[in-house]
């Protein structure tokens, strides 16, 4: 199994930046589609991003479009969310997971790898 170790997360203003960055380990990564999704307080977890296996597919929650771009590198073993633009809705902690070849990820995908989650906060 991959095990999934996420990082990057922490407090920001509204309108700035973060990047998180997703660490797998354990097999191999090329191997498994990637995604991203948050959950904030008192809410259910939510899609925000996927991407392929070879970074040519990537889609996103509408709420993020425009801000938010996920990318991987197989190479380092490593998916990133960049986020820009950051509103207070966006404030969440936020989870890596992977899904194995062919599956892809949606936001009706039954995740079989999950990361511990890293908390983002952006006040206004």
């Known amino acids: 199994q991959v095990q999934l170790v996420e990082s990057g997360g922490g407090s920001v203003q509204a309108g700035g930046s973060l990047r998180l960055s997703c660490a797998a380990s354990?097999?191999?990564?090329?191997?498994?589609?990637m995604g991203w999704f948050r959950q904030a307080p008192g809410k259910e977890r939510e899609f925000v991003a996927a991407i392929s296996w070879s970074g040519h597919r990537s889609d996103y929650v509408d709420s993020v479009k425009g801000r938010f771009t996920i990318s991987r590198d197989n190479a380092k073993n490593t998916v990133y969310l960049q986020m820009n633009s950051l509103k207070p809705e966006d404030t969440a902690v936020y989870y890596c997971?992977?899904?194995?070849?062919?599956?892809?990820?949606?936001?009706?995908?039954?995740?079989?790898?999950w990361g511990q989650g890293t908390q983002v906060t952006v006040s206004s």
């Open positions: 997971a992977a899904e194995r070849r062919p599956n892809y990820i949606t936001r009706t995908t039954k995740i079989d790898y």
């Open positions: 354990g097999r191999t990564f090329s191997n498994y589609n």
